[in-house]
């Protein structure tokens, strides 16, 4: 099993649409939890931290269940600039850090 | 500021040549990452530092060799290419692991034939 497992769509929606990823984790210690943005060839970057309350940070709402070892990525009204892959990234143990394969997703007019 | 930058952007090598990526950071992180990307598989991590001088392996540490003498550069080298090494390469920085989002570099293309 890997350590982090998402759903790697595509997912394909309208614009507007709501559309939410999950993503799965192996390891019951892992302390910290990212949402992290890639483009087509470009470099991943951050799109939010993710906290055990919660959080949101205008469209996109990010939540984490510990005891399901899951987290996961909620995006409102999409746009067409939402288009993207996204990965989910888990600190395991000690430094590194573990990425998940990626979810791509592609806003249509 | 230039962030993270990666040089070379693209290379091919021949099977059993060597060479070395350069990761340079001016941002004074403590930490960085070389990762590869591969298509369906996401971002491994090859190696870290956590600090000047200090290396650690990561999730696919085999086959590959790293450096830092200094905190703003980290090196990734391949001593003996393989056509299993074609991958996209990505180096990143952080304050540290746990709160600071990575910075990545562009990525090098790599391409062992």
């Known amino acids: 099993r890997k350590e982090v497992e998402q759903d790697p769509g595509p997912f394909n929606v309208p614009e507007g649409a709501t559309v939410a990823f999950n993503c799965t984790y192996s390891?019951?210690?892992?302390?910290?939890f990212f949402w992290y943005r890639q483009d087509c060839r470009k470099e991943p970057k951050l799109l939010m931290s993710?906290?055990?309350s919660g959080n949101e940070d205008g469209r996109f709402t990010a939540q984490l269940n510990r005891a399901s070892q899951y987290i996961s990525l909620l995006i409102r009204d999409s746009k067409l600039s939402d288009s993207a892959t996204y990965l989910c990234v888990v600190n395991p143990l000690f430094d590194d850090m573990r990425f998940g394969a990626g979810t791509r997703l592609t806003v249509k007019p | 500021n230039a962030g993270v930058t990666q040089t070379p952007k693209f290379r091919v090598l021949k099977t059993g040549q060597s060479m070395t990526l350069l990761c340079a950071q001016d941002m004074n992180h403590e930490y960085m990452y070389w990762y590869r990307q591969d298509p369906g598989m996401g971002l491994r991590l090859i190696h870290y530092?956590?600090?000047?001088?200090?290396?650690a392996k990561g999730e696919v540490p085999d086959g590959y060799n790293v450096s830092r003498l200094k905190k703003q550069n980290f090196l990734l080298g391949l001593e003996s290419a393989a056509p299993s090494q074609t991958s996209v390469y990505f180096c990143a920085s952080s304050r540290d692991s746990k709160t600071y989002e990575q910075y990545f570099g562009p990525g090098t293309r790599l391409t062992v034939t």
């Open positions: 530092s956590v600090g000047e001088g200090t290396t």
């Open positions: 390891n019951s210690a892992s302390q910290s």
């Open positions: 993710v906290y055990s």
